[in-house]
């Protein structure tokens, strides 16, 4: 018989904290499949909000305007998701079930291929280990 995965608690509850102003952050480092990543802890809101911010600025030219509406298209598109499946529209949609870095470092086992400076977001069940501090 399988072992059912449990989310740690702790971890979860330490995001919730976080997520409750767009202003909090805490530096976190996490173990997860294939990589360690570090960087601050913050809420989906503050996350949404980096991510739209580097999406605008990602270039010039023919199809700027489109990569930019990228995050609200997807932010309408999860709305209507998570209607069409029954839950409230309006909710967030990475309470308690992804974790959003800031400022994130991810690093693998080869030399030389870690990556700095970037969003990251992850599911909590994929977390085998953290530590406060980054």
Request: hydrophobic letters at 45%.
């Amino acid at each position: 018989m399988a072992e059912e995965k449990v989310d740690d608690i702790y971890l979860q509850a330490l995001s919730l904290l976080v997520a409750q102003s767009p202003e909090n952050s805490a530096g976190i480092t996490l173990t997860v499949p294939g990589a360690v990543v570090r960087g601050e802890l913050v809420g989906h809101e503050a996350w949404t909000a980096a991510w739209a911010v580097q999406m605008r600025a990602l270039g010039r030219g023919t199809g700027v305007e489109a990569v930019a509406g990228i995050p609200d298209q997807v932010e309408r598109l999860s709305a209507v998701i998570r209607e069409e499946m029954g839950l409230d529209p309006a909710a967030d949609a990475g309470h308690g079930e992804f974790l959003h870095l800031r400022n994130a470092t991810i690093v693998t086992g080869a030399p030389g291929t870690s990556i700095s400076g970037v969003l990251w977001r992850g599911r909590v069940s994929d977390v085998s280990g953290w530590s406060m501090g980054n």
